[in-house]
T-cell receptor, first 112, second 113 residues
């Protein structure tokens, strides 16, 4: 069974800093990896999806990388802003299906 | 922007009541999912559907049931709510192929007294 781990569990940074969130998974036979953002009491907003054939994806200040062979992904956030404060989740699909396995997330706080 | 809607957003109700959580999507997605999330914990899949009249149980055992009579609608029902059902329930949908992203609703936060 796929297991997803995210480090760190929580992170506080001053506004303007660049930061990296880490995600690792145990089963490298994945279709893709998806990064989400979750605000308190809300649902999930999809940020980036990396296909298994890709090494990275970029959207604005966000850059996600994928190293399938080592079972790792990183989410890089440039020039962080207070509005980036949220919990960031990574998720990978179960092999042969499309339901996702989630990590417990990294709770990010950007201090003005 | 994904168009997937969940109602109600919040529900506080007494033990023993029958509850239906609604989920609708306007994207024509065949695949739909229900996840359960306890505070500070990861999401766990409790039900999924690959199309009309198709429903399967997920990894986390749940006393809830689902139905898929129409493509756009995937309601979840608890016949007799208990305090142990208190949680956040998130609905998602995705396109037909394995490489497509899942889009989530805003969730229903359920509290059983």
């Amino acid at each position: 069974k796929q297991e997803v781990t995210q480090i760190p569990a929580a992170l506080s940074v001053p506004e303007g800093e660049n930061l990296v969130l880490n995600c690792s998974f145990t089963d490298s036979a994945i279709y893709n990896l998806q990064w989400f953002r979750q605000d308190p009491g809300k649902g999930l907003t999809s940020l980036l999806l990396i296909q298994s054939s890709q090494r990275e994806q970029t959207s604005g200040r966000l850059n996600a990388s994928l190293d399938k062979s080592s079972g790792r992904s990183t989410l890089y956030i440039a020039a962080s802003q207070p509005g980036d404060s949220a919990t960031y989740l990574c998720a990978v699909p179960q092999t042969g299906a499309n339901n996702l396995f989630f990590g417990t997330g990294t709770r990010l706080t950007v201090i003005p | 922007e994904a168009d997937i809607y969940q109602t109600p957003r919040y529900l506080v109700i007494g033990t023993g009541k029958k509850i239906t959580l609604e989920c609708s999507q306007t994207m024509g997605h065949d695949k739909m999912y229900w996840y359960q999330q306890d505070p500070g914990m990861e999401l766990h899949l409790i039900h999924y559907s690959y199309g009309v009249n198709s429903t399967e149980k997920g990894d986390l055992s749940s006393e809830s049931t689902v139905s898929r009579i129409r493509t756009e609608h995937f309601p979840l029902t608890l016949e007799s709510a208990r305090p142990s059902h208190t949680s956040q329930y998130l609905c998602a949908s995705s396109g037909p192929t394995g490489g497509q992203p899942q889009h989530f609703g805003d969730g229903t936060r359920l509290s059983i007294l």
